[in-house]
């Protein structure tokens, strides 16, 4: 089926340091949405794309739709021990698809 | 929050007997899934709804049943729980703009233990 690959698969930075994940495809989407989960929790929406090239923040968090429509990023700066978690990618093909994950990043803050 | 409500949010259950866990939200979206979550495999879709009594399967359907019949509810059902049905499953929820899907929302999972 189709899937969407998802790097890295995990992380291990120092507080303070900048985090890039990406995910892509080997088909067009026409919405990205990166989740983040922590333990015992549902995912949790962090950034929903819908325009190829669009770039949107949220605090400290950016994300970009890939102007080929294949791929999208994640980026977080100045991390701090609470974005530790695991982070999803997503995505909708089209309006009456299912929603594809990626197998997630592991994001660890080493003291 | 999205009002999504999973039911219940733990269960033991043995080995041969059937299993109903429910979903329910009060924000009248048309799409509901339902997920399953383990360990090296992320989030796994079992089955989704795109409206009343419109369902299809997703990857890891075997084994599993669900019903939607009003928009507010969506039900799987393990027919004969095993104990490779052990895992934690999630119901989401999104609406639809036009040809534009919108981002899911997800319920607070609901861990289920087949002995």
């Known amino acids: 089926g189709q899937q969407l690959n998802q790097s890295p698969q995990s992380m291990f930075i120092q507080e303070g340091e900048d985090v890039s994940m990406n995910c892509t495809s080997s088909?067009?989407?026409?919405?990205w949405l990166w989740y983040k989960q922590d333990p015992g929790e549902g995912p949790v929406l962090l950034i929903a794309?819908?325009?190829?090239?669009e770039l949107t923040s949220n605090g400290r968090l950016t994300a970009q739709f890939g102007i080929t429509r294949k791929d999208s990023f994640l980026n977080i700066s100045a991390s701090i021990p609470s974005d530790v978690g695991i982070y999803f990618c997503a995505g909708h093909r089209n309006r009456d698809d299912k929603i594809i994950f990626g197998k997630g990043t592991r994001l660890h803050i080493l003291p | 929050d999205a009002g999504i409500t999973q039911s219940p949010r733990h269960k033991v259950t043995e080995t041969g007997t059937p299993v109903t866990l429910r979903c329910h939200q009060t924000?009248?979206?048309?799409?509901m899934y339902w997920y399953r979550q383990d360990p090296g495999h992320g989030l796994r879709l079992i089955h989704y709804?795109?409206?009343?009594?419109?369902?299809d399967k997703g990857e890891v359907s075997d084994g599993y049943s669900v019903s939607r019949s009003k928009t507010e509810d969506f039900l799987l059902t393990l027919e004969s729980a095993t104990s490779s049905q052990t895992s934690v499953y999630f119901c989401?929820?999104?609406?639809?703009?036009?040809?534009?899907?919108?981002?899911?929302?997800f319920g607070q999972g609901t861990r289920l233990t087949v002995v």
């Open positions: 989401a929820i999104s609406s639809g703009t036009g040809l534009v899907n919108t981002e899911a929302f």
């Open positions: 088909s067009i989407f026409n919405t």
């Open positions: 794309l819908y325009k190829a090239g």
């Open positions: 924000e009248n979206h048309r799409y």
């Open positions: 709804s795109y409206g009343v009594k419109d369902t």
